[in-house]
């Protein structure tokens, strides 16, 4: 079993940047493919970025290429994801996953994942 709590979150004006942090218990495999999504009001969740715990080979969603950025403490457990250069349209609560198959091809799959964290609002005003 596996807990994720994620943080970070808050209001930033449009074109700042926030970190977010989650921060994984239990047993995490090297195999193992940790990811954020977000998800906005009256919207389907959206893939943001992941990585492979072991290898950390990133993945982005195109609407975020070049301007976040996810890694990875594998001695601490946590998973980062930098936000620079934030819009408006990026505000959403933003959720840390983890998926313990690791089929990379369906790594941008809500669906993929088994482990959620609660959530961390963002908003971006402008």
């Known amino acids: 079993q596996v807990q994720l709590v994620e943080s970070g979150g808050g209001l930033v004006q449009a074109g700042g940047s926030l970190r977010l942090s989650c921060a994984a218990s239990g047993r995490i495999y090297s195999y193992y493919l940790m990811g954020w999504f977000r998800q906005a009001p009256g919207n389907e969740r959206e893939f943001v970025a992941a990585?492979?715990?072991?290898?950390?080979?990133?993945y982005y969603g195109d609407s975020v290429k070049g301007r976040f950025t996810i890694s990875t403490d594998n001695a601490k457990n946590t998973v980062y994801l930098q936000m620079n250069s934030l819009e408006p349209e990026d505000t959403a609560v933003y959720y840390c996953a983890a998926d313990s198959r690791g089929r990379v091809g369906y790594i941008s799959l809500p669906r993929e994942y088994d482990y959620w964290g609660q959530g961390t609002q963002v908003t971006v005003s402008s």
């Open positions: 990585l492979t715990w072991s290898a950390g080979r990133t």
